[in-house]
């Protein structure tokens, strides 16, 4: 009886009510009474023909209703009722292995349940589906179904009712903004409608055109209006009118139409046949458009065209007059700009260079002579002299490389706050106690792909200048950090768009003007005096972070100090573990009896290494070229060690080596050793474990080190 009642009042309040959101709740709370439950709710089917959104309900704690959705899966209670049309019925749903129930369901303490659909209306895929709940364990009567499914149907029934009302009235709304549309066209249409019938009789004219010629209705429904074009328009107008007429192709002419003032202004009338239902003409549709201003301002611009094509000519002459100078200009001054850069370039080289050459060259005399007198004591002197000054070329060399970013990089991955650590110490003692030294590193900083021994390199150079900037003291900062580059800062810098780890070092020194910054970067330019500075510092870190993938900016200004910025490509993995320091020992890992294989075309290089080698007391295999060199690795037995130059003759150069010799011998290791830039050619394999990279030049005891420890790997 009590379910009853309950139809009856909800089948009431359905078709008296218009607010879908009061017939939900309405209707929630009507079926949990009358079930004598606990909670109930109405779940609204979305437009993806899945998901339920419980739309309105009763009893549920704050953050359900409204919010939650639920996707009705195979194998969910909400999903059977779906697909099925069937009530979904869950007496214990801590007993139930049928069905899947929200986390929502469970975390409310819901213990049985049951769904019934609620059916769409004609050709309409369900509403929803209406869920009855109780916090207990419980049976649900087959009257209880019954019940559920009529009271489901009359909620289907209330919610098709206005759905078919709101669509009726969105129609109606787009009728009358149609309507509203339509004659706020008419009215406001600078164009003047007219009729004709299929034999191109006049049946219409709007009143436009009778205050436009002063013309009743009556004149211009007879033939009045064949009166209104000017005598030179009117035959042309009438013969293509009857043309359009009969042929049944749309009508558009332009003549002048004598108004009630009894002058003329242009029209331009056009007109399109209205077809019936068998494809025949039963009358035209027509416009009347003034151009008047139009035809004004056609006329003044052709006359005015006229006077701009001789002015055109004229002008076009001069021009090509004024090229002609400007680009002799341009390129003498393009002439005159290469010579002066060309001979700052090669004076700051020849400078340096002679003075390295002067010592080496005076050293090599003084050997020569020392040892004729026999005076064998005073050699160490003057070699240590020659080769700290083959040492410092060997140093430019690379600067001048680095600032043409043509030098041979070993990037590997790398934690650039591990590299300040270990360099803080040499660089308090770099800058004495005057400045004050700050270190801020970020934690947890990214890991940076790099050479690590250029990034040393830039940052003792940064700190130097730093210090030359601070002659009476001051402070100098190091600090590390993540910026990320956006597309138009990357654009603006020539970069990759995306994440970058940051090495700034700033000081509180004199400051540049701006046009010191803007050459800053320039080679051997610098402010310092004569003798205390090659002006190649700041070239090879820029040329060094461009050819790294980063960027250089510096922020500095007269009187306020200066910061320079590092911008790092950051390496998704872990860093390297550093190298050895130089002063440490690995002969123990030579032992004797390793075959090491050396591959160079230079026959005073292969000779060094190998009197290396056998000094380390290994046996050694030599080739001037790749093709022999793989073959003399097919033949011998264990190699342990191949040792070969980038650069080599016979169409396979030193990269393409290495792959086919570890194809050979899957794990061989692979020093790769270079002179110039072939970086290019170098490519990935340098960064394949097992796989090493040494630039020329370089000292013997850095070959025996770097050897020493590869083998022991």
């Given at each position: 009886?009590?379910?009853?009642?309950?139809?009856?009042?909800?089948?009431?309040?359905?078709?008296?009510?218009?607010?879908?959101?009061?017939?939900?709740?309405?209707?929630?709370?009507?079926?949990?009474?009358?079930?004598?439950?606990?909670?109930?709710?109405?779940?609204?089917?979305?437009?993806?023909?899945?998901?339920?959104?419980?739309?309105?309900?009763?009893?549920?704690?704050?953050?359900?209703?409204?919010?939650?959705?639920?996707?009705?899966?195979?194998?969910?209670?909400?999903?059977?009722?779906?697909?099925?049309?069937?009530?979904?019925?869950?007496?214990?749903?801590?007993?139930?292995?049928?069905?899947?129930?929200?986390?929502?369901?469970?975390?409310?303490?819901?213990?049985?349940?049951?769904?019934?659909?609620?059916?769409?209306?004609?050709?309409?895929?369900?509403?929803?589906?209406?869920?009855?709940?109780?916090?207990?364990?419980?049976?649900?009567?087959?009257?209880?179904?019954?019940?559920?499914?009529?009271?489901?149907?009359?909620?289907?029934?209330?919610?098709?009712?206005?759905?078919?009302?709101?669509?009726?009235?969105?129609?109606?709304?787009?009728?009358?903004?149609?309507?509203?549309?339509?004659?706020?066209?008419?009215?406001?249409?600078?164009?003047?409608?007219?009729?004709?019938?299929?034999?191109?009789?006049?049946?219409?004219?709007?009143?436009?055109?009778?205050?436009?010629?002063?013309?009743?209705?009556?004149?211009?429904?007879?033939?009045?209006?064949?009166?209104?074009?000017?005598?030179?328009?009117?035959?042309?107008?009438?013969?293509?009118?009857?043309?359009?007429?009969?042929?049944?192709?749309?009508?558009?002419?332009?003549?002048?139409?004598?108004?009630?003032?009894?002058?003329?202004?242009?029209?331009?009338?056009?007109?399109?046949?209205?077809?019936?239902?068998?494809?025949?003409?039963?009358?035209?549709?027509?416009?009347?458009?003034?151009?008047?201003?139009?035809?004004?301002?056609?006329?003044?611009?052709?006359?005015?065209?006229?006077?701009?094509?001789?002015?055109?000519i004229e002008r076009t002459e001069a021009l090509e007059r004024e090229?002609?100078?400007?680009?002799?200009?341009?390129?003498?001054?393009?002439?005159?700009?290469?010579?002066?850069?060309?001979?700052?370039?090669?004076?700051?080289?020849?400078?340096?260079?002679?003075?390295?050459?002067?010592?080496?060259?005076?050293?090599?005399?003084?050997?020569?002579?020392?040892?004729?007198?026999?005076?064998?004591?005073?050699?160490?002197?003057?070699?240590?002299?020659?080769?700290?000054?083959?040492?410092?070329?060997?140093?430019?060399?690379?600067?001048?490389?680095?600032?043409?970013?043509?030098?041979?990089?070993?990037?590997?991955?790398?934690?650039?706050?591990?590299?300040?650590?270990?360099?803080?110490?040499?660089?308090?003692?770099?800058?004495?106690?005057?400045?004050?030294?700050?270190?801020?590193?970020?934690?947890?900083?990214?890991?940076?792909?790099?050479?690590?021994?250029?990034?040393?390199?830039?940052?003792?150079?940064?700190?130097?200048?730093?210090?030359?900037?601070?002659?009476?003291?001051?402070?100098?900062?190091?600090?590390?950090?993540?910026?990320?580059?956006?597309?138009?800062?990357?654009?603006?810098?020539?970069?990759?768009?995306?994440?970058?780890?940051?090495?700034?070092?700033?000081?509180?020194?004199?400051?540049?003007?701006?046009?010191?910054?803007?050459?800053?970067?320039?080679?051997?330019?610098?402010?310092?005096?004569?003798?205390?500075?090659?002006?190649?510092?700041?070239?090879?870190?820029?040329?060094?972070?461009?050819?790294?993938?980063?960027?250089?900016?510096?922020?500095?200004?007269?009187?306020?100090?200066?910061?320079?910025?590092?911008?790092?490509?950051?390496?998704?993995?872990?860093?390297?573990?550093?190298?050895?320091?130089?002063?440490?020992?690995?002969?123990?890992?030579?032992?004797p009896g390793r075959t090491v294989l050396v591959v160079d075309d230079?026959?005073?290089?292969?000779?060094?290494?190998?009197?290396?080698?056998?000094?380390?007391?290994?046996?050694?295999?030599?080739?001037?070229?790749?093709?022999?060199?793989?073959?003399?690795?097919?033949?011998?037995?264990?190699?342990?060690?191949?040792?070969?130059?980038?650069?080599?003759?016979?169409?396979?150069?030193?990269?393409?080596?290495?792959e086919a010799a570890r194809a050979l011998r899957p794990g061989l290791?692979?020093?790769?050793?270079?002179?110039?830039?072939?970086?290019?050619?170098?490519?990935?394999?340098?960064?394949?474990?097992?796989?090493?990279?040494?630039?020329?030049?370089?000292?013997?005891?850095?070959?025996?080190?770097?050897?020493?420890?590869?083998?022991?790997?």
């Amino acid at each position: 009886m009590r379910q009853q009642e309950v139809l009856v009042r909800f089948g009431e309040l359905a078709l008296r009510c218009d607010d879908l959101d009061h017939i939900l709740e309405q209707a929630s709370l009507l079926v949990r009474d009358a079930l004598g439950s606990d909670l109930a709710k109405v779940m609204e089917l979305q437009e993806d023909g899945e998901t339920l959104l419980v739309r309105a309900g009763v009893g549920w704690p704050p953050g359900i209703v409204g919010q939650v959705r639920v996707k009705a899966e195979r194998g969910s209670s909400e999903g059977f009722a779906l697909r099925k049309g069937e009530p979904a019925v869950s007496p214990d749903i801590d007993a139930e292995e049928r069905f899947t129930y929200p986390a929502f369901i469970r975390d409310t303490g819901v213990r049985a349940l049951v769904n019934v659909i609620i059916i769409g209306g004609e050709g309409r895929p369900p509403y929803g589906i209406l869920q009855v709940d109780s916090l207990r364990p419980r049976e649900f009567s087959d009257t209880d179904i019954s019940f559920l499914r009529s009271y489901a149907n009359l909620l289907a029934a209330a919610v098709d009712r206005l759905r078919v009302a709101a669509e009726q009235e969105a129609a109606q709304q787009a009728l009358r903004e149609s309507e509203d549309h339509h004659r706020a066209s008419v009215e406001l249409n600078p164009q003047i409608p007219w009729t004709a019938d299929a034999n191109g009789r006049i049946t219409g004219f709007s009143d436009r055109w009778l205050d436009l010629t002063g013309q009743t209705r009556e004149e211009a429904l007879r033939t009045s209006w064949r009166d209104s074009p000017h005598p030179e328009d009117r035959e042309r107008l009438e013969g293509a009118w009857r043309n359009a007429v009969r042929s049944g192709q749309p009508f558009d002419m332009e003549a002048r139409i004598r108004t009630a003032s009894g002058d003329y202004r242009w029209l331009r009338a056009r007109a399109a046949p209205r077809h019936g239902p068998q494809g025949t003409i039963v009358g035209w549709y027509g416009t009347l458009e003034d151009i008047e201003d139009r035809k004004r301002l056609e006329n003044a611009l052709h006359a005015l065209n006229d006077a701009l094509e001789q002015r055109v000519i004229e002008r076009t002459e001069a021009l090509e007059r004024e090229q002609q100078q400007r680009a002799a200009a341009e390129e003498k001054l393009r002439q005159a700009q290469k010579m002066e850069a060309v001979g700052q370039l090669t004076g700051g080289i020849a400078h340096d260079f002679n003075n390295l050459l002067t010592a080496i060259i005076g050293s090599l005399s003084f050997m020569e002579k020392r040892r004729a007198q026999g005076r064998i004591g005073e050699l160490d002197r003057y070699i240590a002299a020659a080769q700290s000054a083959a040492k410092r070329a060997a140093a430019l060399t690379h600067r001048l490389l680095a600032f043409s970013r043509r030098q041979t990089l070993d990037p590997r991955p790398t934690d650039i706050n591990q590299l300040v650590r270990g360099l803080e110490e040499m660089i308090r003692r770099t800058v004495g106690p005057e400045v004050e030294v700050e270190v801020a590193l970020r934690a947890g900083l990214w890991t940076a792909l790099v050479d690590r021994n250029q990034m040393e390199n830039a940052l003792l150079n940064l700190c130097i200048n730093a210090r030359d900037a601070m002659p009476d003291g001051g402070r100098l900062r190091i600090e590390t950090a993540h910026a990320w580059v956006d597309p138009l800062m990357a654009e603006e810098w020539d970069l990759t768009a995306g994440a970058y780890v940051t090495l700034t070092v700033t000081d509180t020194g004199t400051g540049m003007p701006p046009e010191v910054v803007e050459r800053a970067f320039d080679p051997f330019f610098t402010t310092k005096p004569l003798g205390k500075g090659t002006g190649l510092g700041l070239s090879m870190i820029y040329g060094f972070v461009r050819q790294s993938g980063g960027h250089v900016r510096i922020d500095s200004a007269p009187g306020q100090g200066t910061s320079a910025v590092l911008y790092l490509p950051r390496h998704s993995g872990a860093a390297a573990a550093a190298e050895a320091p130089p002063g440490a020992t690995m002969a123990a890992a030579a032992a004797p009896g390793r075959t090491v294989l050396v591959v160079d075309d230079e026959p005073a290089i292969r000779s060094l290494v190998t009197e290396v080698l056998e000094d380390m007391g290994c046996s050694t295999l030599q080739a001037a070229d790749g093709a022999t060199g793989l073959n003399a690795l097919r033949a011998a037995g264990q190699v342990e060690l191949l040792v070969t130059d980038v650069g080599l003759p016979g169409g396979m150069n030193g990269r393409q080596v290495a792959e086919a010799a570890r194809a050979l011998r899957p794990g061989l290791k692979v020093l790769l050793i270079t002179g110039y830039a072939e970086s290019a050619v170098i490519g990935e394999v340098a960064l394949e474990p097992g796989i090493e990279l040494l630039t020329k030049p370089f000292v013997m005891d850095d070959l025996a080190r770097r050897m020493r420890r590869m083998l022991a790997a």
